[in-house]
């Protein structure tokens, strides 16, 4: 069983502030890791991929990986209402994707 | 493109009934693959397709589902006989290549919420 743990929620922040997720994983040998954002109701979406050591930034939004350590972070940061949503990391092994449990974040306005 | 399209979007059964879920994948794409999500056990990949094949069912909890894929743009999931416990979302994604080649992702549906009472 390949497993992902995502730090336990619920994850509050006040509008403007970083959002800081965590994310570790079982399989060395995993390749690749997304972050997903799941609104309550609705299906996944992917938000950041990443695939070598080090952060990615794309907008607001910075993923960073260590394969090392076998973790991998989102930060998000300025905060806003519309990020209130449940955040997936997901860890590709053999061209499949386990999922973490995920962590809901909540952003105060 | 309209996306990854399921039917129904809701099912409330009771158990011992068959079930059938419905999926149609973004036109292209050669991969499709199931997922069911619990609060208990969180979004678990069920079984995916390549090119309409059945690649790895690993993920099927048991006989009583049933997977397949007759065409590049349908794919059914059947649960036969229904139980409580497999009340969940199920969600069909699809993809151009698997996951982490390039940058191709999955795409998933909007997913289908089954009751079974």
């Known amino acids: 069983q390949k497993e992902v743990e995502q730090n336990s929620g619920p994850l509050s922040v006040p509008e403007g502030a970083i959002a800081s997720l965590n994310c570790t994983y079982s399989?060395?040998?995993?390749?690749?890791f997304f972050w997903y954002r799941q609104y309550s109701g609705k299906s996944p979406e992917l938000i950041m991929f990443i695939y070598s050591n080090g952060d990615k930034e794309d907008g607001r939004f910075t993923a960073q990986l260590n394969k090392a350590s076998q973790y991998v972070s989102l930060l998000i940061r300025d905060s806003q209402p519309s990020d209130s949503a449940t955040y997936l990391c997901?860890?590709?092994?053999?061209?499949?994707?386990?999922f973490g449990a995920g962590t809901t974040v909540t952003v105060r306005a | 493109d309209a996306g990854v399209i399921q039917s129904p979007r809701h099912e409330v059964t009771e158990m011992g009934q068959e079930v059938t879920l419905r999926c149609k994948p973004i036109s292209g794409h050669d991969y499709l693959f199931w997922y069911r999500q619990t609060m208990m056990r969180g979004l678990e990949l069920l079984i995916y397709f390549n090119n309409n094949v059945p690649i790895d069912d690993s993920g099927m909890p048991e006989d009583r589902f049933s997977a397949k894929m007759p065409n590049a743009s349908f794919s059914t999931l059947k649960i036969q006989p229904s139980e409580p416990r497999d009340s969940a979302v199920y969600f069909c994604?699809?993809?151009?290549?698997?996951?982490?080649?390039?940058?191709?992702?999955?795409?998933f549906g909007p997913g289908t919420r089954l009751l079974v009472l």
């Open positions: 997901a860890v590709l092994s053999d061209y499949k994707l386990s």
């Open positions: 399989d060395r040998g995993s390749q690749s």
């Open positions: 994604a699809s993809s151009l290549l698997p996951s982490g080649a390039s940058q191709e992702t999955q795409y």
